[in-house]
C-alpha cells in the first residue's frame, strides 16, 4: 500500500505543470507601446520627407525688415485724384514757429510717425476734406487732430474755431493736457468741456458764452452748453470725434 501511494504521488506530480499566468499589463504600458509605434511611424515619415522642399526662396521675401506692429496696417486711403503727399518731417507740413518749438521742445518729437506723416498733410492743405484716420494705440493719432486743430485757429479771432468731442471725461482731459503742451507757444485759448460736479448743473446757465478758440468736451456737456446758446458754432473750422467708434456703439 505504501509502494502504491509513493508511486500515485509520483505519478500526480509528474502530469500537473504549474501554470504561469501572463503577467497584467498596466493601462500606462500599453499608452507608451502605442506612442512607440507613433513615434516610429513619424520617423519613417520624416525620413521620406524632401528636406529640400522646405528651403526658404530668398527672392520671394517681399520685406527684409519688420515694420512696428503699431504701424504695420496703416494707409492712405482716397477717391480720385488728391494733392497730398506724405511728410518725412514736420517742417514739410509748413508749421509756424511755435507750433514746430512744442512739437520738439514740449512733446519731445524727432519726426512724424506713420499716421502723422500720412494724415496730417491731409487734414492741413487745402482743399480741406474729411477725414477718417484708424491705427493703433499708440501711433500718434492724438497729436494727427490736436496739431491740426491747432495749426487751422486764427489767433485774432477770439471765438470757438475748433471742437473736439470725446466719449469720456478722462479722455477729454488728457486730450486737453496734449493740447496745452503742444500749443504752449502759440497763445491759442482753449477749454475743457466736460461734466461738473452733481448739483452744480445750473452753474452753466450763469457762464458767460465760450470765447476759447479750441474746445475739447464730452458729447452731453457740448449739447448742453449749445442748447444754452453758451457755444458758438458759426466760427468753427474743425471738428474731430475722438474714438468715434465707442460713441457709435453707445
Known amino acids: 500500500m505504501a509502494d502504491v501511494t509513493e508511486t500515485t504521488g509520483a505519478s500526480t506530480s509528474e502530469d500537473k505543470q504549474p501554470v504561469v499566468p501572463e503577467p497584467k499589463r498596466l493601462w500606462s504600458e500599453e499608452v507608451e507601446d502605442e506612442e ?18 522646405l528651403a526658404i526662396d530668398e527672392n520671394k521675401k517681399v520685406n527684409k525688415f519688420l515694420d512696428e506692429p503699431e504701424d ?3 494707409q492712405a486711403v482716397t477717391t ?18 511755435e507750433l514746430l518749438k512744442g512739437l520738439y521742445v514740449e512733446m519731445k518729437f524727432h519726426k512724424p510717425s506713420k499716421i502723422q506723416a500720412i494724415s496730417l498733410p491731409m487734414i492741413m492743405t487745402p482743399p480741406y476734406k474729411d477725414l477718417i484716420a484708424q491705427a493703433h494705440n499708440g501711433s500718434g493719432k492724438t497729436t494727427c487732430f490736436v ?8 489767433p485774432k479771432l477770439q471765438r470757438p474755431q475748433a471742437l473736439c468731442i470725446c466719449p469720456t471725461r478722462e ?7 496734449v493740447l496745452l503742451k503742444m500749443g504752449k507757444y502759440t497763445g491759442i485759448s482753449s477749454e475743457c ?22 474746445v475739447i468736451g ?3 456737456t457740448i449739447k448742453r452748453l449749445m442748447s444754452q446758446k453758451k457755444l458758438g458754432v458759426a466760427d468753427m473750422k474743425v ?7 465707442h460713441m457709435l456703439a453707445k
Open 72 to 74: 504695420s496696417r496703416i
Open 171 to 177: 479722455l477729454s482731459i488728457q486730450n486737453m493736457e
Open 239 to 245: 471738428l474731430v470725434f475722438d474714438e468715434a467708434d
Open 147 to 154: 496739431l491740426g486743430m491747432l495749426s487751422r485757429v486764427d
Open 193 to 214: 468741456a466736460v461734466p461738473i460736479e452733481s448739483g452744480n448743473n445750473d452753474r452753466s446757465r450763469s457762464r458767460p458764452p465760450i470765447s476759447a478758440q479750441v
Open 80 to 97: 480720385g485724384d488728391t494733392p497730398y503727399t506724405s511728410a518725412s518731417t514736420f517742417e514739410d507740413l509748413n508749421l509756424s514757429p
Open 36 to 53: 512607440a509605434q507613433q513615434s516610429t511611424s513619424e520617423e519613417k515619415a520624416v525620413s521620406e520627407l524632401n528636406v529640400d522642399a
Open 218 to 220: 464730452t458729447p452731453g
